[in-house]
C-alpha cells in the first residue's frame, strides 16, 4: 500500500518539497554559496528548510547530530581524518592536489563528455600518483557494448533536464574532504567520514550522474522503470525529472530523514513483480540492492536472486559496489559473477562509474551501474556510496538485455 496521509517529506521540516526546491534555483544557490564556506550545516539547512538549531539525530552505524558533523568537518584532515589512500606498508599518502580532485569529479559533471575526460584523468596525472591509479582503476572497469556505443555514449549537456543536488554536495565532499576517487591504495582504509551518514539520510546510498540517468531514459526507450528497494526515493524522482515513469517499491524497514517521492509502494519487491504482469515491458532497476542474512535476517543474496529469478522483462540495471565486500547484493561475490554463473543467458551492455564517497572502503571505490539484457545484452552502469564504516569503494551502473538493438 502507499504511505499514509501523515507523509512528510523530511523529518523535522515540514514545509520542504522537493518539486518546490528544484524549481528554486536561487535557494540552491544559497546553499551551494554555504558549502563553498565549507558550511555543510548551514548548506543541509537551506536547502530542506531544516530548523535552527536543528535537533535531529542520524543513525547509520554511528549516531551523529548535523551539528556534530560540521565541528568534525572544520577540523580538516587532522589525526588522519583526510587519510584516504595508503601505500602497501600502510604508510599514509599525501593527500590529492585540489587540481587532481577536480580533474576526478569532472568527470561526473554534466557539462563533460565522460570519456575523453576519463582519458585525461590518467594522460595528465604524474606517473606514479594516486590521480594515475585512480584513472587506471575507473578506466578498466568502463564498458559499454560495442553494438550499443552511438546509444550509450552521453554527450554533454549545459543545461540538463534537472538540478542534481546530491551531485553538487557530493562534490563539495570530494575537495572538502581531499578525495580524488578509488583505487587500489583507497582498497586498504577501512573507516569513512562521518559526513556520510548525512548524505545517506539525506539523499541516499548512491549518487545519480547525468550519464547514468540518460542511459536509463535511453535504454528504457519508453517503458516504465521498476525500481525495486527504492529506499527513500532519490534516484526515482530524478528518473522521473528525467521524464520516465517509475514504480517505486519497497518494504519501508529502513529510515530515512528525507523522502523525495510520497508515493512509494510498500511491498515485498518479488510479491509486486507478480501482481504487475513480472515486470514484462519494465526496466528492473536495483539500487544499492540489500545482501540479507545475519543479524538482518532473510538469506544472503535472497533479495537480489529472487527478484532477478520473478523478473520477466529483458533489460536489468544494477547500481552498486563491483568488488566482493558483501555491502550489495551478495556477500564474496560481484553482480557480474552473479549474473555469468546463474544466468548466462543475458549479456552485460554497460558498466559505468557513479561518484565514490570519500573513505569508503574498496566497495566504495568499485561502485558502478551495471546494466545487463537477457540472451544477448549485458550492461553495468556505475555504483556510488556505501555504508558508512566502509568508503573506498568503487561505485558501479550495470545493464543486462536480452537483444542488442542499434
Sequence with gaps: MSQSSKFVHCVGSPAFNPDELI?????????????TKNDLYNASRVLLQLPEPDPYTYHAITSVKL???????NLGGVNGLHAWYRNEDGSPRDPPTQADIEAYVSIF???????????NL????????????????????????????TKLTI????????????????MWSCHSLEWCGPCPASERVATSHHVLPIFMHHFGCATPTHESLTILRNLADGRAIADIGSGNGYWAFMLRRYGLTVHAVDNMQSEWRVNWINDTVIS????????????????????????GGGVGGGTEGGFTRNLV???EGDTIAAVGTQNRNGYTGFKGVTMDEFMEREHKGWTLVAKVALPSFPGKDE????????????????????????????????????????????
Excluded at 545484452?377 to 568508503?391: G, M, R
Aim: net charge positive; charged share 25%.
Design 23 to 35: 524549481g528554486d534555483i536561487d535557494r540552491q544557490k544559497e546553499a551551494l554559496d554555504y558549502l
Design 67 to 73: 551539528a556534530q558533523v560540521q565541528s568534525v568537518v
Design 109 to 119: 559533471r554534466p557539462s563533460t563528455a565522460t570519456a575523453p575526460f576519463l582519458k
Design 122 to 149: 590518467g594522460t595528465n596525472a604524474k606517473k606514479g600518483s594516486t590521480r594515475s591509479e585512480v584513472a587506471a582503476n575507473l578506466e578498466s572497469k568502463r564498458y559499454l557494448h560495442p553494438g550499443l556505443v
Design 155 to 170: 554527450p554533454k549537456s549545459k543545461k540538463p533536464p534537472s538540478t542534481n543536488p546530491y551531485f553538487d554536495f557530493w
Design 268 to 291: 515485498d519487491g518479488v510479491k509486486w513483480l507478480r501482481k504487475n504482469a513480472s515486470g514484462k515491458d519494465m526496466v528492473l532497476l536495483l539500487v544499492y540492492p540489500v545482501v
Design 309 to 311: 529469478a520473478a523478473f
Design 363 to 406: 566497495a566504495l571505490a568499485n561502485d558502478g551501474f551495471d546494466t545487463y539484457s537477457i540472451n544477448e545484452l549485458k550492461s553495468t552502469l556505475p555504483q556510488n556510496i556505501l555504508p558508512y564504516t566502509d568508503a573506498h569503494i568503487l561505485e558501479t551502473f550495470d545493464i543486462m538485455r536480452s537483444r542488442v538493438t542499434s
